[in-house]
């Protein structure tokens, strides 16, 4: 039986994190067994002072089951399990700072490593993380929405591009620059053209005016470049009030930035958090799954443990199904998916 605990890291911080645990009894002791971090908590009420960092939430008595011949893979010239690695993947792409992820690791597995450590793993399966979701081809709508952000890098501003299809809320591309001509918002549609594997019909932007020169460079004349106020506007029935919803988890992204102040980082950094978002983190506009699940038959992973894995295990796709969650009666439906692995024969296993 699972449930899920939270915990304040560091210690009266005020910063709460869920994880998924199990009992086990081992011999006389009974340990609580890390099976998964779930993310940053929300707005639940905790214990407070030096009590328990535990809270009870109601969750589905189903069994989680742990392959205990998986739990215990090492990675050639590795010395931490491969599931523990994920596990800090996770963890850093939801916003966990490196120092609290080297603090629990040290209470949780007894592991006292530098941050170095936790970093080059960041790194390490950051990049295979795009080289596994490269040729995945999302199957989008017609009518994308592109918004800007920036952050301070020493006395400079880096700015953030971000375009998402109003359809399935995925994120179709992310560009990084120095600056905000037109030359970057044509980088930024390519990119989702490139993604997507088609022109869009309609692209929704805010004002600013590097997104004019920037469309017709990429889209030319195939594509309508609608201007307007990004949480208002509306277009075809198709609201640009999800750019507004993935604005509130901008402030993930800007902790997993915060410590860096390299370009290089901040663009590896950027690519990896675009994968997470939409193959990991859960999206209330998809039923509560991942969009990439929401709208595929087929990923190519379900979790950070497909990608942090030996490369003497195959590399395996995952055939997705949907279905409703039927205790939840009342306000937006939720979706469960049932990622169910594809044999090297093509059938699901």
């Known amino acids: 039986m699972s449930f899920i605990r939270a915990k304040e890291i560091p210690p009266r911080s005020g910063n709460w994190y869920d994880y998924e645990v199990r009992t086990v009894h081992e011999g006389k002791r ?10 940053k908590s929300g707005s639940s009420t905790h214990s407070s002072g030096s009590g328990s960092a535990s809270r009870a939430i109601k969750t589905s008595p189903a069994p989680v089951s742990v392959n205990p011949s998986t739990s215990e893979i090492r990675i050639p010239k590795m010395k931490t399990p491969a599931r523990q690695i994920a596990s800090a993947m996770g963890m850093y792409y939801g916003g966990m700072p490196l120092d609290a ?36 081809k999302p199957d989008v709508g017609d009518t994308w929405v592109a918004d800007e952000t920036y952050m301070k890098l020493k006395e400079r501003k880096v700015y953030f591009w971000d375009i998402i299809d109003t359809k399935t809320n995925y994120l179709l591309a992310s560009h990084v620059s120095f600056s ?7 980088i930024l549609m390519k990119l989702a053209e490139e993604r997507a594997g088609k022109t869009p019909k309609v692209v929704i932007t805010d004002k600013l005016k590097s997104y004019i020169g920037g469309i017709e460079d990429a889209y030319g004349a195939d594509a309508k470049h609608v201007q307007g106020g990004p949480f208002k506007f509306s277009d075809s029935g198709e609201s640009t009030a999800i750019i507004e919803r993935f604005h509130k988890t901008l402030e993930q992204r800007t902790k997993v930035f915060e410590k860096f102040k390299d370009m290089a980082s901040i663009r590896l950094l950027t690519d990896g958090w675009l994968i997470n978002y939409n193959f990991f983190k859960q999206n209330e506009g998809c039923g509560n799954i991942p969009p990439a699940q929401a709208i595929s038959k087929v990923v190519p992973f379900k979790d950070w443990n497909d990608i942090v894995k030996s490369n003497k295990l195959p590399d395996i796709d995952y ?3 949907l279905h409703y969650r039927q205790s939840v009666k009342k306000g937006n439906p939720v979706l469960d998916a049932m990622l169910t692995p594809i044999t090297p024969s093509g059938k699901s296993a």
């Open 30 to 39: 009974v340990i609580q067994q890390h099976i998964r971090y779930i993310g």
């Open 180 to 186: 905000r001509g037109a030359t970057e918002a044509s």
């Open 319 to 321: 055939k997705v199904s």
């Open 101 to 136: 992820i080297q603090q629990q690791f040290k209470q949780d597995y007894d592991l006292d490593m530098s941050e170095s450590n936790y970093w080059n793993w960041v790194k390490r399966f950051t990049k295979e993380a795009i080289k596994q979701a490269k040729d995945f």
